[in-house]
């Protein structure tokens, strides 16, 4: 699902893809500009590519979006997502995590003791409530991060073949969800 200032398109409809000479690729966008590809009816069109930069082991997901209205303007919209897969999957990250989940799984010791103690009080506390908060983030955060490195092992099998087309989109979500919920811990737990 592709939004855009003016919709949301599902990605359905037809789809180009771009492969072969710079030569081959204008002929065939030739071909398709003469059958009208292009006209009245279309409500969007979503440009998809992949950047590698092999010195900084960089991928970067890009995506433009032109959106036609039906006051005949386009509105044109790009997203550009740097992601680097050996971070996804790097030792240290892991041992990052295990180190927080100990912090967290100390955290909810406290708060279970504070429960027993205050009984229904505690979640009349504005504080408990947010400390509760940041705990369910905290497990959601590494089930995102195990969900993250499973996507990450899929896309780096998918390298081995050929000519295939990568879609960083669903990566790209992930890692945002990823990022909320860390922001959100980190913003509350330092209150």
């Known amino acids: 699902m592709y939004t855009g200032e003016h919709g949301s398109y599902s990605g359905n409809g037809y789809v180009y893809q771009f492969r072969g000479s710079l030569s081959e690729m204008r002929n065939d966008l030739n071909?398709?500009?003469?059958f009208e590809w292009i006209n009245e009816k279309t409500r969007a069109i979503i440009i998809q590519l992949t950047l590698y930069n092999s010195n900084t082991k960089l991928f970067t997901s890009v995506t433009f979006l032109s959106e036609f209205l039906s006051s005949t303007a386009i509105i044109s919209t790009a997203?550009?997502?740097?992601l680097n897969f050996y971070l996804f999957s790097s030792l240290l990250?892991?041992?990052?995590?295990?180190?927080?989940?100990?912090?967290?799984?100390?955290?909810?010791?406290?708060?279970?003791?504070?429960?027993?103690?205050?009984k229904q009080k505690y979640f009349s506390q504005f504080w408990s409530?947010?400390?509760?908060?940041?705990?369910?983030?905290?497990?959601?955060?590494?089930?995102?991060?195990?969900?993250?490195f499973k996507e990450s092992i899929r896309i780096r099998k998918l390298f081995s073949e050929k000519n295939v087309y990568i879609n960083f989109q669903l990566i790209v979500y992930i890692n945002d969800?990823?990022?909320?919920l860390f922001g959100f811990c980190c913003f509350f737990w330092s209150n």
């Open 31 to 34: 071909q398709l500009h003469q």
């Open 79 to 82: 997203r550009f997502e740097p």
């Open 93 to 118: 990250q892991l041992v990052l995590m295990i180190i927080y989940m100990g912090f967290t799984l100390y955290f909810m010791y406290i708060e279970i003791r504070l429960l027993i103690k205050l």
């Open 129 to 148: 409530l947010i400390q509760l908060s940041i705990i369910g983030c905290s497990w959601a955060s590494v089930a995102i991060y195990i969900w993250r």
């Open 177 to 180: 969800i990823l990022t909320y």
